[in-house]
């Protein structure tokens, strides 16, 4: 499996980007799809994932600005950030695994090269 991600650049705070990932391999439309992101300095974190029947889970800091969505017909996935704050300067990785559990554990099994979102204020 390989992922493509792309959608990245600079917005100012309170704008709006979107994300895309696609995916090439047939085991797109059973797998879990997600979004990580890593800030300088910091740890990577989950941001979104979204299984193949649609149940998405999000990080609380981006619940209510964030949504993550997949076309399996495209296999690709989506992030669409609203309301960005400088907070969510970031380099963005979408990630696959067969489970959520891979997810919950930090340990998706194909990872897509970044994509860097810088807010400013």
């Known amino acids: 499996v390989q992922l493509q991600a792309s959608g990245g650049g600079l917005v100012q705070a309170g704008g709006s980007l979107r994300l895309s990932c696609a995916a090439s391999?047939?085991?797109?439309?059973?797998?879990?799809m997600g979004w990580y992101r890593q800030a300088p300095g910091k740890q990577r974190e989950m941001v979104a994932r979204?299984?193949?029947?649609?149940?998405?889970n999000y990080v609380d800091s981006v619940k209510g600005r964030f949504t993550i969505s997949r076309d399996n017909a495209k296999n690709t996935v989506y992030l669409q950030m609203n309301s960005l704050k400088p907070e969510d300067t970031a380099v963005y990785y979408c990630?696959?695994?067969?489970?959520?559990?891979?997810?919950?554990?930090?340990?998706?099994?194909?990872w897509g090269q970044g994509t860097l979102v810088t807010v400013s204020s």
């Open positions: 990630a696959t695994a067969g489970s959520s559990l891979a997810f919950v554990l930090d340990s998706p099994e194909y």
């Open positions: 391999g047939s085991i797109f439309g059973e797998n879990v």
């Open positions: 979204i299984t193949s029947d649609g149940s998405a």
